[in-house]
């Protein structure tokens, strides 16, 4: 049986983890590929973040002449070339895939990389199966770095008529009319966008009463009325039956909704309902690893598991889905691989996100749900953006920054924004956070460029009630 002195199972940030320090390391990497091409490099890079924003600048492009006739510019879209578009694309990142496998399989000595699926058979015991080959390893250290997968919820017919995940939706061999989606959040929001600005007639289908239902209640509500103005929104809906046409070509789906039974019907289903940490491919049970009740790994804050020398990191055991925590959580393992005797842990404090859609929301620290449900004393202040001087030459009318922070030392217990580089604008409220900064001597102490965006931040630091 062939052992090695560590073995990293999943490509993603996992495969970040190798650097210098493990030259004379003899390492192993499992990856058994993502997507419908079974790429190397894990879900970011192949069917995830990089792709996914790459088409939805794309997409903002395409949404010129909306935003143009607003400010008096008549621009017409003449068309949005789908092959063009989606080859622009991967042959951007195909290459960095295939490159990055090239480079583990041939170029780096002390690598072996093993094209399978890995599960534990024992304590840091793992077969790794590849077509019908089949290799029991052990090794000193194991990083299970295996992410997660799309989920598909159990709606009868479902499986029978055939639907698109992210997995494979970007890479269609051409646009339908009509697409419906499946779900409210982050994927939803943020495909849902790129293809109605390339053409598609789009149907979302929610449960709750509100898109993007997890961000602060103003921020959702606010991005559900827009959502409303663009695309074929039904909420409070209960998916019953999914069945295809008898010519095959049409996807019927029969809902529950406030206004009893109806049907919509669709040429592209893609469901967007969550994703599941790939912990039960692992076979993570038989590994010794303890499991958290939504089925991720369970680490403590140094990354490490329940079993001496295993690590878990990024969507497979983190409570955020989300690719700058994955590579955090992989800086941590790799210090503590390193260095097992003085470990670090990884700052789950302030972790931000941003929903890449039209509008762009990014948001950072306590909804002020959370903050009411939790206890938590705020004040809040917003500001929109039709109020910023850079607002009325956007001409801006429904973005707004909210903010949430402690009435006595005024630090910030949360930010909110919805509008034209949210995930940019956020970030020196992030830092603040970080930081320590106070709402008021950072709204005061500094310079804030005039007439710039971030007067928006500013204003809204200025807005918060003594
Ligand atoms: C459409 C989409 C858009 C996204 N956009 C963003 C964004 O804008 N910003 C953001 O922060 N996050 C975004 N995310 C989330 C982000 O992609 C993930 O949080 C991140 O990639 C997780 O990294 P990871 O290393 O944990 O997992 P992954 O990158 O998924 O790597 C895990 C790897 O393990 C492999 N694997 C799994 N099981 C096994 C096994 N048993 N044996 C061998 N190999 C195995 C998988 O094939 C995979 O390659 C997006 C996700 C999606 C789907
Ligand atoms: N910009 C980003 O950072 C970004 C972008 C895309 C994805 N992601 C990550 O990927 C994760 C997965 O994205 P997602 O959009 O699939 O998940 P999500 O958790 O954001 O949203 C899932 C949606 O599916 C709905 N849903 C769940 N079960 C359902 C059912 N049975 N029937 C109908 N609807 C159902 C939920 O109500 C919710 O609206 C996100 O949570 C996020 O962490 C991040």
Known sequence: MRHFDLLIIGSGSGNAILDDR?????VAIV?????????????????????????VHTADVASSPEEGTKLGVQL????????????????????????????????????????GTAHFTGIREIQVRSGTDTETVTADRVVVAAGSRP??????????????????????????????VLGTGFIAAELAHVFSALGVTV???????????????????????????????????????????????????????????????????????????????????????HLTEDGRIQVDATQATHVPGVWALGDVSSPYQLK??????????????????????????????AVFSHPQIASVGLTEQEATRRAVPFVTATQDYADIA??????????????????????????????????TLIQPLIQAMQFGLDADTMARGQYWIHPAMPELVENALLNLPR
């Not at 493990?22 to 003899?26: L, T």
């Not at 058994?32 to 088409?55: D, E, H, Q, R």
């Open 151 to 180: 989920t598909a919820p159990d709606i009868p017919g479902l499986a029978e008529v055939g639907y698109h995940t992210s997995d494979s939706v970007l890479r269609l061999d051409e646009l339908p009319e009509r697409m419906t």
């Open 390 to 423: 850079y607002g009325w030459a956007l001409e801006d009318t429904s973005g707004f920054a909210k903010i949430l922070a402690d009435p006595h030392t005024r630090h910030l217990l949360g930010a909110h924004i919805i509008g034209p580089q949210a995930p």
């Open 22 to 26: 493990f030259a004379d390391w003899d």
């Open 203 to 289: 149907t979302v289908i929610g449960r709750s009463g509100a898109l993007l239902r997890s961000q602060d209640t103003d921020i959702s509500r606010r991005f559900t009325e827009l959502a409303e103005q663009r695309w074929d929104v039904r909420l409070h809906r209960q998916t019953r039956l999914a069945e295809r046409d008898s010519d095959g070509t049409t996807v019927r789906l029969h809902l529950d909704g406030p206004g009893g039974p109806e049907t919509v019907e669709t040429d592209l289903l893609l469901v967007a309902t969550g994703r599941r940490p790939n912990s039960d491919l692992v076979h993570a049970h038989a590994g010794g690893l």
């Open 324 to 353: 700058h925590v994955a590579n955090r959580e992989a800086h941590t393992v790799q210090h503590n691989v390193l260095h097992p005797d003085a470990p670090i842990s990884t700052d789950h404090s302030v972790v931000p996100h």
């Open 76 to 115: 017409t879209l003449q068309g949005a070339s789908w092959p063009q578009i989606r080859d622009r694309i991967f042959d951007r990142i195909d290459p960095i895939s295939g490159g990055g496998w090239y480079y583990r399989a041939h170029e780096n000595e002390n690598v072996t990389l093993y094209d």
């Open 31 to 55: 990856e058994k590929g993502v997507g419908s091409t079974g790429a190397f490099g894990g879900t970011c890079l192949n069917v995830g973040c990089i792709p996914s924003k790459m088409y």
